[in-house]
């Protein structure tokens, strides 16, 4: 349900002046539910799962790599996570993953708290000017289970598209379990508003005139062309300067699998 989750983060800045950009599309198999408050949201069956996927789209008047802070910033989730009480990294794998760990208020009396802990990985194509950050439950010994239920974010994501200098494109797609014994038909129908409300609570982060574009994302893509696609560095910190290695990788695919 929409208040046993959180979210998190990637994105890019891109200096060229071009900006004939292909959006992300949601497949056949999405079927449009609402649109309202500026967030188009479409659901999805999960063969052998009674929980349903959601994917949620909107248009922030933001630099992408402003937009990329909000994400990244574990610091300052508490600020716009949606009953959110702890976001933290649990450890850093690489300059481009990370495994998170977040807590959240069910909001329920007698419904215990969730928490997830989840390998976070971004890559990003300059071409397209697309970033792709994926987040998948992972089991962890650095951070067992103790009172709250643990759910599982199975296969999710967020893609960044720049279609302006101030404009970015945001999709996110989400299959989450939060576990326990609510019923699921209850799950899905709290579920259905979190893309709405993770994508305006992202939208708020990004007006606030303290909240800074991403330093090391910004001169990555404004530097020469070196490769097609690199993975981004989603795990520095807010206020850090990446120092860029580039890996040859393959951009994440936008459909949810």
Excluded at 22 to 40: M, N
Excluded at 132 to 150: I, Q, T, W, Y
Excluded at 165 to 173: A, D, G, K, R
Aim: net charge positive.
């Amino acid at each position: 349900m929409n208040k046993l989750l959180s979210s998190l983060l990637v994105a890019a800045s891109f200096g060229s002046s071009a900006f004939a950009v292909t959006l992300p599309k949601a497949d056949t198999t999405w079927e449009h539910i609402s649109d309202s408050d500026k967030v188009t949201v479409y659901k999805k069956e999960i063969p052998g799962s009674a929980v349903v996927a959601f994917r949620g789209e909107t248009t922030i008047d933001a630099p992408i790599a402003k937009v990329a802070n909000v994400l990244i910033d574990t610091s300052r989730k508490k600020e716009w996570v949606f009953r959110i009480v702890e976001a933290k990294d649990v450890r850093t794998i690489s300059q481009y993953e990370r495994i998170e760990y977040n807590h959240t208020a069910s909001g329920f009396f007698l419904v215990k708290d969730r928490d997830f802990v989840f390998h976070a990985k971004a890559e990003l194509d300059r071409d397209n000017k697309q970033v792709v950050f994926s987040m998948k439950s992972v089991d962890d010994a650095a951070m067992p289970e103790k009172g709250p239920v643990r759910g599982w974010l199975d296969d999710s994501r967020y893609i960044l598209t720049q279609v302006a200098p101030n404009q970015t494109h945001v999709v996110v797609e989400i299959h989450a379990d939060p576990r326990g014994s609510v019923a699921k038909w209850l799950v899905n129908l709290f579920q259905k508003s979190w893309p709405t409300k993770s994508l305006n609570g992202i939208r708020a982060q990004c007006a606030k005139p303290d909240v800074a574009e991403h330093a090391g994302i910004k001169a990555y893509f404004e530097a020469p062309t070196v490769a097609k696609t690199q993975t981004a560095p989603a795990i520095t910190k807010a206020s850090a300067v990446a120092k860029k290695k580039p890996v040859m990788t393959k951009a994440a695919p936008g459909a949810l699998k």
